[in-house]
């Protein structure tokens, strides 16, 4: 799960366990959850990696836990949603190749060159997504292109603009509006649907690793709850979110890049 927050990642970091979490329902059965301790990921912005805290939410009648991520992040990545966007931008827009946007982020080609390919492979699905949620809004009508990439690109920015007319959203961004509706898994790889866990493994409150199985499939029709106040806006459908973990933390080292 993605939280639309709206604070730096410097911000972030040094508010610590003292940031103001919202408290989604459940996204499986609607129901409240509580929070559930939490952990420790890294995160790397304006070349600096750093560590933040992810709370947990526990949803009782599901016996689940869901790790609840800022809209900064991509579930599964090091780098922060506004410079894999810059990057994805930049090479989807035909404005420079993936080696000098790279190079421009300070991210390394290998790196840029996989998210480039990930989003390009995600491109039809996620064009059809975000432009369908485009219209939703009532912000403009996004027709598919030749170029799935381009389309896809135009679908997001179509979106965001949409939803900028809501109270809260105009200053998340419109990539840290993408990693909220489509629940961090904006160029994820696969879908991260794990096996169900034994009952004494949710009564422990522990979780199972993500395996990765299959590409995620995004529905079509999506919605936006108006936020509750402009500093917490919040999503209560996301594009490909499963009920289940965002990701699973790592104590060994940063996620994947």
Avoid at 57 to 79: G, I, K
Avoid at 140 to 164: E, H, K, N, R
Avoid at 201 to 219: A, F
Wanted: hydrophobic letters at 45%.
């Amino acid at each position: 799960m993605v939280w639309p927050c709206p604070l730096t990642v410097d911000a972030y970091v040094a508010a610590g366990r003292e940031v103001e979490f919202p408290r989604p329902d459940c996204p499986a059965c609607a129901g409240p959850m509580m929070f559930w301790s939490g952990y420790r990921r890294h995160v790397r912005a304006a070349g600096r990696c750093r560590k933040i805290f992810v709370p947990r939410l526990r949803c009782a009648p599901c016996r689940v836990s869901h790790a609840l991520l800022p809209a900064f992040t991509l579930a599964w990545r090091l780098d922060v949603a506004e410079t894999v966007g810059m990057v994805i931008a930049e090479v989807a827009g035909g404005a420079r190749g993936a080696r000098p946007a790279a190079a421009r982020a300070g991210v390394p080609y290998t790196t840029a060159r996989g998210w480039v390919r990930r989003f390009a492979g995600r491109a039809p699905e996620l064009g059809v997504a975000f432009a369908a949620l485009a219209v939703e809004l009532g912000g403009q009508v996004i027709g598919p292109a030749a170029d799935a990439g381009g389309f896809a690109l135009a679908a997001v920015g179509a979106a965001f603009a949409a939803a900028a007319c809501l109270p809260g959203w105009p200053a998340v961004g419109a990539w840290r509006f993408a990693s909220s509706v489509s629940g961090g898994r904006l160029i994820a790889a696969r879908s991260q649907s794990r096996r169900p866990a034994p009952a004494a493994t949710h009564n422990r409150g522990h979780h199972q690793d993500l395996p990765e199985r299959e590409r995620p499939t995004l529905p079509t029709h999506v919605q936006i709850a108006q936020p509750l106040t402009p500093a917490q806006p919040q999503v209560n459908v996301c594009i490909g979110c499963a009920p289940s973990d965002s990701e699973a933390p790592s104590s060994n080292g940063p996620p994947g890049t």
